[in-house]
């Protein structure tokens, strides 16, 4: 039996790992569910961000992703769907970080933009990774 395995450790351990999924579940409802909302009230940015090579109108993307945010939020502070929807949180990230890209492509050619703006929207791109380490850790670690 060597010392990470000793069952006193597990107890001390553990739930303060579950205390840590818990508040980052709840941060990443907090980003999801205020983003899940902008995507509704403020669609046009978003609209922006939708890979050109995907088919049909933007707006049905932005939407989609809006209510997917909402629902991942939902399912990150009920406990008993937490795990499941950490894994789904993590995925989700992945999935857009194409339109993040796109997003940035489209800010640093426009003229319209800002050098600020710019600055910002490629800045925001390695912020993916804790947002997927974060989901995936609440997947690991919730109850």
Do not use: C
């Not at 789904?88 to 339109?99: E, I, K, T």
């Amino acid at each position: 039996m060597t010392l990470r395995t000793l069952p006193l450790l597990d107890s001390v351990r553990l739930p303060s790992r579950r205390r840590a999924a818990d508040r980052a579940a709840q941060r990443l409802a907090v980003l999801l569910g205020g983003a899940g909302v902008l995507h509704f009230v403020t669609p046009a940015p978003f609209d922006s961000q939708v890979p050109h090579v995907l088919p049909g109108s933007p707006r049905t993307y932005t939407y989609v992703s809006g209510v997917a945010e909402l629902g991942l939020a939902a399912g990150l502070i009920v406990p008993r769907t937490r795990r499941l929807t950490g894994a789904a949180a993590a995925a989700f990230f992945v999935a857009v970080f194409p339109a993040n890209l796109q997003m940035a492509a489209s800010w640093l050619q426009s003229e319209k933009t800002s050098t600020a703006m710019k600055v910002g929207v490629v800045a925001r791109l390695p912020l993916q990774i804790p947002l997927i380490t974060q989901s995936w850790k609440v997947y690991r670690d919730a109850r």
